[in-house]
């Protein structure tokens, strides 16, 4: 087992339900860059979060990118499952198609974690080429094998595995 970030402790050594959008405008996909949890870099992810008890998965898509994003989306169809295992992070991962209704992009926050404590450091529209620069590592495994955005609707049996 690695060692985590302590700001991500928190989610460490439990199974999470995250829910996730894929939001693509203009070519490119919006993700956000948060700390790593594992060594010094940072990863990037599709917006979402963690589901809390007795939310709908739709409204938690909508409360996450919110907080994260400052964006308010609609919730579009249900794309893929993913497991996401890299002990002691383990997650269940409901992707979804979103649709932008309004809003401006900003940096917002985790309100689970303190001001001091955020993993949250960026939003950003990324290109395929722009992801292609990047590490893998740096990269959501959902992201690895993209060839264009279209791929991203594409169902994904293997993450299953």
């Known amino acids: 087992m690695e060692n985590i970030h302590p700001f991500a402790e928190s989610y460490s050594n439990k199974t999470r339900t995250r829910v996730c959008g894929l939001l693509v405008q203009e070519d490119k996909l919006l993700l956000a860059r948060h700390k790593a949890a594992f060594g010094d870099g940072y990863f990037w992810v599709p917006p979402g979060g963690g589901l809390d008890y ?7 898509l909508r ?20 497991e996401f295992l890299r002990p002691p992070l383990h997650a269940i991962e409901l992707f979804f198609e979103v649709k932008l209704v309004r809003g401006n992009l900003a940096l917002g926050t985790d309100p689970e ?3 001091h404590a955020q993993l949250l450091e960026e939003v950003q529209f990324l290109s395929i080429r722009d992801l292609y620069q990047l590490k893998r ?18 169902p994904r049996q293997q993450f299953l595995d």
């Open 113 to 115: 974690l303190a001001p």
């Open 137 to 154: 590592e740096e990269l959501h495994p959902i992201l690895h094998a993209l060839v264009n955005l279209d791929d991203l609707y594409i």
């Open 54 to 60: 007795g939310e709908k998965v739709k409204d938690c």
């Open 63 to 82: 409360r996450e990118f919110l907080e994260e994003t400052g964006l308010e989306v609609e919730v579009g169809r249900f794309l893929y499952l993913n």
